[in-house]
């Protein structure tokens, strides 16, 4: 009897087999160096090379060196382009110095990694899809803030792994299979259906989700071509509030507006915040209960606000789990229709999260418009709620934001997130601007199970069934905070009156 291997593994192993040759086999380990400046914020690396402290030549080598490490631990890469990012920094340290030290721009010699949906001159862009492996092998123009970022000075040197289409909370795929969490790699990484932040918040990063058209989205490949009931939007990841903020205000610099027909022309505003914060807590959505790491991360952002004198009210989570429902109809409004189109091309299986592609029936256009109606009403009701707390904050003023969980845990085991992502899709529909911050790691000897209290329904029983305090044990603990629509600036200056409060370091 002859068994047949199918197409996918075969151009899956063929992909990559072609990513592992370009990995140096001599880059084993750091020099002393190398540590410094891959362990340096990304404000201190851009000085430190205006500075000629560093050359853009030995920050490109140091992050090729600590990215082949960080593969080897976590899995973590899919394009290499090294050899590129070798020559573009050669390139800003002759400009550097035949312009008497000036530098191209706010980003001169800085590594920026890419999400693996952003087309790049010359790479793939698998989404974590089979049949986009050699379709095309190479791109032949960048997305636009792929060419904002080399503007700006910006060295790109590897694309990171996405879940399939990007449309599941972990990263895996039948590509380049699992990316590990680097603090605890029993976890999964997370992925980037919860739009930025369920990763920034495995991973304890500082990270923006943008109201769509403040970034540049065109040129990116998406899961789910077409759809705008709900956009899709990228923001960055990064160590500190201070490069986040670094980060925001160079790319909205640039005036990506002039560059992309759907970004909005709001050049980055300065935010004189009030001495008092208005800030509507929400610690359990009433759907699935936060896990005691969570919970405890809760405790202490609540704890230091009010301690601070800022004014803490409780938040009513009223139509989160009607906006979650509304999300993922629209993610499946037809039919999974380009989903199967790519994956039956190659016998590509669907991962359990996704089997609702494959069982989904096209939605009418008059179902549709019906369900982007309720939506739009609830957006119109949401912001009503908001505008209503003036009445019950001590100074009159409505809350600035709201914080709350991003997901119920401090990293789920690999292969066990629930289908349930109501933390953070109801703000995808909204369009808020959302920050995540860092506030915490789980610790064993604080985060006990609670034996007492009795789930909401069987999402919420196997949350806390899988949850485990040995297992979890140093995983992260973020929180989201969230702003209204266009209100980055203020999301950002927030965040930091926060960080400031809690002094999370690691």
């Known amino acids: 009897m002859t068994v047949i291997k199918p197409i996918y593994k075969d151009i899956a192993l063929k992909k990559r087999a072609a990513r592992d040759a370009k990995f140096n086999p001599d880059w084993l380990y750091l020099t002393p160096q190398e540590l410094e400046i891959t362990e340096s914020s990304a404000v201190k690396i851009v000085a430190n090379i205006k500075d000629q402290k560093w050359t853009a030549l030995d920050v490109a080598t140091a992050f090729c060196h600590r990215a082949t490490i960080a593969h080897q631990l976590t899995n973590c890469l899919t394009e290499i382009f090294f050899d590129e990012a070798i020559e573009t920094a050669k390139k800003l340290d002759?400009?550097?110095?035949?312009?008497?030290?000036?530098?191209?721009?706010?980003?001169?010699?800085?590594?920026?990694?890419?999400?693996?949906?952003?087309?790049?001159?010359?790479?793939?862009?698998?989404?974590?899809?089979?049949?986009?492996?050699?379709?095309?092998?190479?791109?032949?123009?960048?997305?636009?803030?792929?060419?904002?970022?080399?503007?700006?000075?910006?060295?790109?040197?590897?694309?990171?792994?996405?879940?399939?289409?990007?449309?599941?909370?972990?990263?895996?795929?039948?590509?380049?299979?699992?990316?590990?969490?680097?603090?605890?790699?029993s976890l999964t990484s997370g992925g980037y259906r919860g739009s930025i932040r369920i990763p920034a918040s495995f991973q304890n990063l500082y990270a923006i989700r943008p109201s769509f058209g403040r970034f540049p989205t065109y040129g990116t490949r998406s899961g789910l071509p077409g759809?705008?009931?709900?956009?899709?939007?990228?923001?960055?990841?990064?160590?500190?509030?201070?490069?986040?903020?670094?980060?925001?205000?160079?790319?909205?610099?640039?005036?990506?507006?002039?560059?992309?027909?759907k970004c909005v022309e709001?050049?980055?505003?300065?935010?004189?915040?009030?001495?008092?914060?208005?800030?509507?807590?929400?610690?359990?959505?009433?759907?699935?209960?936060?896990?005691?790491?969570?919970?405890?991360?809760?405790?202490?952002?609540?704890?230091?606000?009010?301690?601070?004198?800022?004014?803490?009210?409780?938040?009513?989570?009223?139509?989160?789990?009607?906006?979650?429902?509304?999300?993922?109809?629209?993610?499946?409004?037809?039919?999974?229709?380009?989903?199967?189109?790519?994956?039956?091309?190659?016998?590509?299986?669907?991962?359990?999260?996704?089997?609702?592609?494959?069982?989904?029936?096209?939605?009418?256009?008059?179902?549709?418009?019906?369900?982007?109606?309720?939506?739009?009403?609830?957006?119109?009701?949401?912001?009503?709620?908001?505008?209503?707390?003036?009445?019950?904050?001590?100074?009159?003023?409505?809350?600035?934001?709201?914080?709350?969980?991003?997901?119920?845990?401090a990293g789920s085991p690999i292969g066990k997130f629930p289908t349930y992502v109501g933390y953070t899709s109801p703000f995808n529909v909204l369009d808020y601007s959302v920050g995540t911050f860092p506030v915490t790691r789980a610790n064993k000897d604080l985060d006990g199970v609670d034996k007492t209290s009795t789930g909401y329904n069987d999402i919420d029983v196997q949350v806390w069934q899988d949850y485990n305090p040995e297992e979890s044990h140093g995983g992260a603990v973020a929180l989201q905070l969230i702003g209204r629509r266009f209100q980055e600036e203020k999301v950002v200056a927030m965040m930091k009156v926060i960080s400031e409060l809690i002094e999370y370091s690691d």
Request: charged share 20%; net charge negative.
């Open 94 to 185: 002759e400009y550097q110095q035949s312009h008497n030290g000036d530098t191209v721009g706010p980003f001169h010699g800085l590594p920026i990694s890419l999400k693996d949906n952003f087309n790049v001159k010359g790479q793939a862009t698998t989404i974590g899809m089979v049949n986009f492996c050699f379709n095309p092998a190479k791109f032949e123009q960048d997305a636009t803030l792929v060419s904002n970022l080399r503007d700006l000075g910006a060295v790109l040197y590897v694309k990171t792994n996405v879940p399939v289409a990007m449309m599941m909370p972990e990263t895996t795929n039948h590509v380049w299979g699992n990316t590990l969490n680097p603090m605890n790699t």
């Open 227 to 261: 759809l705008e009931s709900v956009n899709s939007v990228n923001g960055p990841l990064c160590n500190s509030i201070e490069d986040l903020e670094f980060y925001c205000k160079s790319v909205i610099g640039h005036e990506p507006w002039m560059h992309d027909a």
């Open 266 to 409: 709001i050049p980055w505003r300065d935010v004189e915040l009030p001495e008092t914060l208005n800030i509507a807590v929400l610690t359990d959505d009433g759907f699935v209960r936060p896990t005691p790491p969570i919970r405890r991360g809760m405790d202490i952002v609540i704890e230091r606000l009010t301690e601070a004198g800022h004014d803490v009210i409780e938040w009513d989570p009223v139509d989160h789990v009607r906006l979650a429902e509304i999300i993922g109809q629209f993610f499946v409004s037809d039919g999974g229709h380009h989903v199967l189109l790519q994956t039956t091309e190659t016998d590509e299986p669907l991962f359990p999260y996704m089997e609702n592609y494959g069982t989904s029936k096209d939605m009418k256009v008059s179902d549709l418009w019906k369900l982007q109606s309720e939506r739009t009403k609830l957006m119109k009701d949401y912001l009503d709620r908001w505008n209503e707390t003036a009445n019950v904050t001590k100074n009159g003023r409505p809350i600035d934001a709201i914080i709350m969980p991003a997901t119920p845990f």
